[in-house]
């Protein structure tokens, strides 16, 4: 699972500010679902803003009324899920992060541990689904079983897509073994709380 993440480091890269097409935001070291993140939909040439807690387009009732957890989906069996089938076929996004969390351990003594990328390229490109409902884009983040790199950690992860993945993934490729071979490292960070966003929380105790 992936309920944790931080933003990527925009500045001085590929996909500054001024390239996105979105204003400057501080950066979040602690998003949590339901807030707000950074996606870039394969069919606009731009980056958007959406809501991080999927609900389809079908959804009849209320925000509230939906009841399903849905900031993560398995990328094993979206394309067959209900809720999901539409945005895997016309709602398929990246989602940039710099990094994110998982906890170790036994229930009230969880250990963090910061998740990033072990390669050149800092930010890491999660596989995603949108979908605009009631003119309001949300969006999810697709997983999928845990590599050698992280499985101590968690026994899934997101899906991490390398650059030629990046671009099998927004054209339409159906193959669910994308992110198999993501670099990652990880290390323990001190514990946090839920509202917590402190840069001191990726650094290694």
């Given at each position: 699972?992936?309920?944790?993440f ?12 001024s390239e996105?097409g ?20 394969a ?7 959406a809501?991080?807690?999927f ?6 009732g ?33 989602i ?5 969390y ?35 884009r ?11 790199e ?21 054209a ?11 670099s ?16 001191e929380?990726?650094e290694?105790?």
């Amino acid at each position: 699972m992936c309920g944790r993440f931080i933003d990527p480091n925009l500045r001085g890269t590929e996909i500054e500010h001024s390239e996105i097409g979105i204003d400057p935001f501080a950066r979040r070291f602690n998003i949590k679902p339901t807030q707000d993140v950074l996606i870039r939909p394969a069919d606009e040439g731009q980056f958007a803003w959406a809501r991080w807690w999927f609900i389809p387009v079908w959804h009849k009732g209320e925000m509230k009324e939906w009841k399903a957890t849905t900031f993560n989906a398995r990328i094993e069996e979206a394309d067959g899920k209900p809720t999901f089938r539409a945005a895997w076929k016309y709602g398929r996004c990246l989602i940039p992060a710099g990094g994110y969390y998982e906890w170790t351990g036994k229930k009230g003594q969880k250990t963090p541990h910061f998740i990033q990328s072990a390669g050149n390229e800092e930010t890491l490109w999660f596989a995603g689904l949108s979908s605009i409902w009631n003119d309001m884009r949300t969006c999810t983040i697709l997983t999928r079983a845990a590599n050698a790199e992280v499985e101590n950690v968690h026994h899934r992860m997101p899906v991490i897509l390398n650059a030629d993945e990046r671009d099998a993934w927004l054209a339409g490729t159906q193959d669910k073994d994308l992110g198999a071979g993501a670099s990652l490292r990880h290390h323990i960070v001190k514990s946090f709380g839920i509202k917590d966003d402190r840069p001191e929380l990726i650094e290694e105790v």
